[in-house]
T-cell receptor
Framework: EAGVAQSPRYKIIEKRQSVAFWCNPISGHATLYWYQQILGQGPKLLIQ????????DSQLPKDRFSAERLKGVDSTLKIQPAKLEDSAVYLCASSLERGGSSYNEQFFGPGTRLTVL | SQQGEEDPQALSIQEGENATMNCSYK?????LQWYRQNSGRGLVHLIL?????REKHSGRLRVTLDTSKKSSSLLITASRAADTASYFC????????????FGKGITLSVRP
C-alpha cells in the first residue's frame, strides 16, 4: 500500500516569508498528525486531526502556524511569517485511530526539511 | 515537554554484537513505542508494548517494560550495519486525547 506522501521535500526561504507544506495520508486513515522535528531532538506534535476536525492543537504556535484538513483527507500546514527558529523537518503521520487518542502506531511520511535564512 | 528520556545518547558497536537501549518516562502510560529513523527510510514504527505487557519480541527486537520503574529497554540482537540509525522511545499517556510524545533519541552506529 502507498505510504504517507509529503511535498515539497526541501524548502529554503528567508525569514518573514510564508511557506506551505502538503500531506496525503494513507488511504482510510482517519487521524492525521503534523510534527516538528528540530535537529538533534525527537518529533514534537503540532496538531492532530480526526477526519477534518482538530483533536489537539495545544502545541501549535497559532500566531504564525495554521493547518487544515479539508474533506478529511489531504492536509496543509502553513507558516506565516517564518522565523529562524522554524528551521526543522516537518513530518506528517497518519493512523487508523478513530477515538481521538493516539493509542495505535503511526505511519510517517518522508518529511519536509525547512531552512529559514 | 519530552516524556521519555533515552540512554545512552550514542552507542557504537561492532556488527554481530547486541545493542541495548534504555528509556525512562515520568507519567503513567497506555503504551510505549519504539521508532527508528534514518535518512533512507525516514521514521518507522518498530514495536509497541502496552502497559499490561512486560516483554515483546519482533524478529531481532526484544522490548521490555517495567511500569513500576517507569522504564523500557530495546534490545537488538546480532546487529547489522543496516541497523545504524537513530532510535526513539515514544510514550502514549492514558486518558482521552492522549498524544505520542517522543524522547530525544539514541544514535546507534554499527561498524562493519
Amino acid at each position: 500500500e502507498a505510504g504517507v506522501a509529503q511535498s515539497p521535500r526541501y524548502k529554503i526561504i528567508e525569514k518573514r516569508q510564508s511557506v506551505a507544506f502538503w500531506c496525503n495520508p494513507i488511504s482510510g486513515h482517519a487521524t492525521l498528525y503534523w510534527y516538528q522535528q528540530i535537529l538533534g531532538q525527537g518529533p514534537k506534535l503540532l496538531i492532530q486531526f480526526q477526519n477534518n476536525g482538530v483533536v489537539d492543537d495545544s502545541q501549535l504556535p497559532k500566531d504564525r502556524f495554521s493547518a487544515e484538513r479539508l474533506k478529511g483527507v489531504d492536509s496543509t500546514l502553513k507558516i506565516q511569517p517564518a522565523k529562524l527558529e522554524d528551521s526543522a523537518v516537518y513530518l506528517c503521520a497518519s493512523s487508523l485511530e478513530r477515538g481521538g487518542s493516539s493509542y495505535n502506531e503511526q505511519f510517517f511520511g518522508p518529511g519536509t526539511r525547512l531552512t529559514v535564512l | 515537554s519530552q516524556q521519555g528520556e533515552e540512554d545512552p545518547q550514542a552507542l557504537s558497536i561492532q556488527e554481530g554484537e547486541n545493542a541495548t537501549m534504555n528509556c525512562s518516562y515520568k507519567t503513567s502510560i497506555n503504551n510505549l513505542q519504539w521508532y527508528r529513523q534514518n535518512s533512507g527510510r525516514g521514521l518507522v514504527h518498530l514495536i509497541l508494548i502496552r502497559s499490561n505487557e512486560r516483554e515483546k519480541h519482533s524478529g531481532r527486537l526484544r522490548v521490555t517494560l517495567d511500569t513500576s520503574k517507569k522504564s523500557s529497554s530495546l534490545l537488538i540482537t546480532a546487529s547489522r550495519a543496516a541497523d545504524t540509525a537513530s532510535y526513539f522511545c515514544a510514550t502514549v499517556t492514558t486518558g482521552a486525547n492522549s498524544k505520542l510524545t517522543f524522547g530525544k533519541g539514541i544514535t546507534l552506529s554499527v561498524r562493519p
